[in-house]
């Protein structure tokens, strides 16, 4: 068969090491998230019982169900703190790298900056900006691509979402400039 | 049969050309979000979903199972191709199909994989097709206690039958519904857990949570991994199909056997992937050549690929007929329904006649249009992988932000979504399963209301629970299910201590 000769190949130049240090076990993430969720369950638990989680005539209160939901997550998160403590594979296992995490930053940091642009400038601007400076700055594609990408992009999105479908995303002074 | 004739009214439904043409793009998008790494059937489905908005419901429903189907066979592309499985369930795929694609014969694993997956979605679709009615008509009879006792059932088999740490289910699960009861009380009119915030007073959307649990912490996932990769290109020829589909019925017995297991872990929240790998292992100990598995042999491609799309496809039938997904895209699916007004659950079949077998119908179709075009473009869609992540990553984010806004148009909510990404990048991480959380928070309200509604009437007892044969047994199987690991522990204990007497 001489069709399966030509290969695909990508490369990708800016791969984590594989023998980066770790930054924090999973023990101690599981303990942190275990202990986090634990007052999340007390929060959630004094609420309801403020709202009234008991009987009352005509049947149980409306704190009555998520109350004991609550009760359920602080034990199961408990038990968890306990788990997570004495768990010795846990403990060595690596949560994430220090090269992991420079990646996932460099998502998460954009993703971030780009939900508060959508805010101020509107979503379009936002995705613009987003789209072209992810390619450019973190995926080191050129300059005149990304910008051509996500001009694209976005103009795609514009006409399907505001002109033929309707749906209204948030909008910023450059729309409002524009006239839209 | 009563069954056939709606299916056909139903077929009737669908052949116009706006549908078919809606089945098409949802399906290329599909494979699309099925090759890309990272997204995969419910991500694609959660971040889709808003394009569907605007739509009438049954192009809509159409539209996103066929994106559903779609997923499903991009999986086997990529596994196939490059030996990253898509999706965790074509893990197994990667076994027999990569070693054939080394050997030249990546045509015949793909035509192989896609025909398998065919296989089975279309024997569960014909068990949808005859048991959901029954079913359906049966739970009619279902008052208030009686669903709580199948919503208890469905949680309870989740830690009971899940194979994460069972804590951890528990969690996952306890803060889906405590999230889900968030915002204005439906019964009293009350505010809860809204801590004087405005924006909560809606409550938490379930299709917002989802976008960012599947969508935003699969890219941060995604990006920890090396995304160098190194495959063979393939081009389907119809020889090559032809002499695939000849050889079909000699392996009547692994498809029949898979297509079983598939639709069996399908309906019980079992799930695809441990349909795949049931199917894989199964077909291995019955073979007579078991060393030659893993080394390229088709049938290590029939026996995962059936069972998969079997258990993807028959997730939807206990979320027809019940009102529960068995799955998490099933559970997406759900909350798009919910979204167009309608109640998911057996009224359905009464209500929405049109709907229920117009969705039905478009499985058949879906599934066939599916195969011929997954046939044809296999090279297409193998080269969207040169497309490099830093392009995709960034637009991914900004349709998983449009998904959010469009649904509530809510500021918030996109602020909502990326909380939701962090979070579920975390528990991914720490083996916090994400599946119960998804069903607990599309199901928590109306677990709620029947459990509230069978308080009111019974005046408090607990006892209604247990007050006919019907009610009882569920609620006593769910108990069973929820302990299972200790009752497996402790007849295991009991034949131990009774083995050695015998010898």
Avoid at chain 1, 124 to 152: D, N, P, Q
Avoid at chain 2, 81 to 107: C, H, R
Avoid at chain 2, 225 to 235: F, K, M, S
Wanted: hydrophobic share 55%; net charge neutral; charged share 10%.
């Amino acid at each position: 068969m001489s069709n399966t000769d030509i290969e695909i190949v990508v490369d990708d130049p800016t791969a984590p090491e594989t023998d980066s240090p770790a930054v924090v076990s999973t023990g101690v993430v599981d303990v942190v998230v275990s202990l986090l969720l634990l007052v999340l369950a007390a929060v959630l638990g004094w609420d309801n019982w403020r709202t009234g989680a008991a009987w009352d005539s005509t049947g149980p209160e409306p704190g009555y169900f998520p109350f004991y939901l609550s009760v359920i997550l602080g034990a199961a998160s408990l038990y968890g703190i306990v788990a997570a403590m004495v768990s010795r594979k846990e403990a060595v296992e690596s949560f994430v790298t220090r090269a992991q995490l420079r990646r996932v930053m460099a998502v998460f940091v954009p993703t971030f900056l780009f939900c508060l642009a959508t805010q101020y400038l509107g979503l379009y601007v936002a995705s613009f900006l987003l789209i072209a400076g992810f390619m450019r700055l973190v995926g080191k594609i050129a300059l005149w691509k990304s910008l051509l990408t996500a001009f694209v992009f976005t103009a795609v999105m514009f006409v399907t979402f505001d002109i033929a479908f309707d749906v209204i995303m948030p909008k910023g002074p450059l729309e409002a400039a524009l006239g839209r | 049969m009563e069954a056939l004739g709606l299916l056909l009214h139903g077929f009737a439904v669908l052949l116009t050309w706006k549908t078919l043409l809606l089945m098409m793009v949802g399906l290329v998008l599909g494979i699309f979000v099925g090759v890309l790494p990272g997204l995969g059937g419910p991500n694609g489905v959660a971040i889709l979903l808003p394009l569907t908005f605007t739509m009438d419901p049954t192009s809509a429903i159409v539209m996103l199972s066929c994106i559903y189907w779609g997923a499903l066979f991009g999986g086997a592309i990529t596994s196939i191709l490059f030996n990253i499985p898509g999706e965790a369930w074509s893990v197994a795929t990667t076994f027999d199909g990569y070693p054939m694609a080394q050997q030249g014969k990546a045509a015949e694993a793909l035509t192989a994989a896609f025909t398998s997956s065919f296989i089975g979605s279309l024997v569960a679709v014909l068990l949808i097709t005859f048991l959901a009615p029954m079913i359906s008509s049966f739970a009619l009879k279902f008052g208030p206690p009686e669903f709580f006792a199948v919503y208890l059932l469905t949680f309870c088999s989740f830690v009971g039958l899940g194979r994460d740490a069972k804590h951890k289910t528990v969690i996952s699960m306890s803060l889906g519904l405590s999230l889900a009861g968030v915002g204005m009380d439906t019964v009293s009119g009350q505010l809860r857990m809204t801590f004087g915030s405005a924006d909560l007073l809606r409550g938490i959307n379930f299709l917002v949570a989802v976008i960012g649990l599947f969508g935003i912490s699969e890219i941060l996932l995604t990006m920890e991994e090396r995304l160098a990769l190194r495959g063979h290109a393939a081009g389907i020829s119809l020889r090559v199909v032809l002499s695939v589909w000849k050889d079909l019925p000699k392996y009547w017995v692994t498809l029949v056997r898979s297509s079983f297991i598939g639709c069996w872990l399908g309906i019980t929240p079992g799930g695809a992937i441990a349909a795949s790998f049931m199917g894989y292992n199964l077909a291995k100990r019955f073979s007579k050549d078991q060393a030659s598995f893993g080394k390229g042999r088709i049938e290590g491609v029939f026996a995962p690929e059936t069972a998969a799309h079997a258990s993807g496809t028959s997730a939807l039938l206990p979320m027809l007929a019940l009102g529960i997904p068995g799955s998490g895209t099933a559970a997406i699916l759900l909350g798009g329904l919910m979204v167009w007004g309608l109640n998911p659950g057996p009224l359905l079949f009464v209500e929405h006649k049109d709907f229920v077998w117009g969705l039905i119908a478009s499985m058949y179709l879906g599934n066939v249009v599916g195969l011929v075009l997954v046939l044809t473009t296999v090279p297409i869609f193998a080269s969207i992988l040169r497309v490099p992540f830093a392009a995709v990553a960034p637009m991914i984010v900004v349709s998983c932000a449009i998904g959010a806004y469009a649904i509530q148009n809510a500021m918030f909510d996109i602020w909502l979504m990326l909380g939701f990404g962090v979070v579920g990048y975390v528990f991914k991480k720490i083996g916090i399963p994400l599946a119960p959380f998804t069903l607990a928070l599309v199901l928590g309200n109306r677990a709620e209301d029947a459990f509230r509604l069978s308080m009111i009437g019974s005046g408090g007892d607990m006892k209604v629970f247990w007050s006919n044969g019907l009610v009882g047994s569920i609620t006593t199987l769910a108990i069973i299910l929820l302990f299972w690991p200790l009752i497996d522990r402790a007849f295991a204990g009991v034949s131990r201590l009774l083995r050695p007497a015998k010898a």
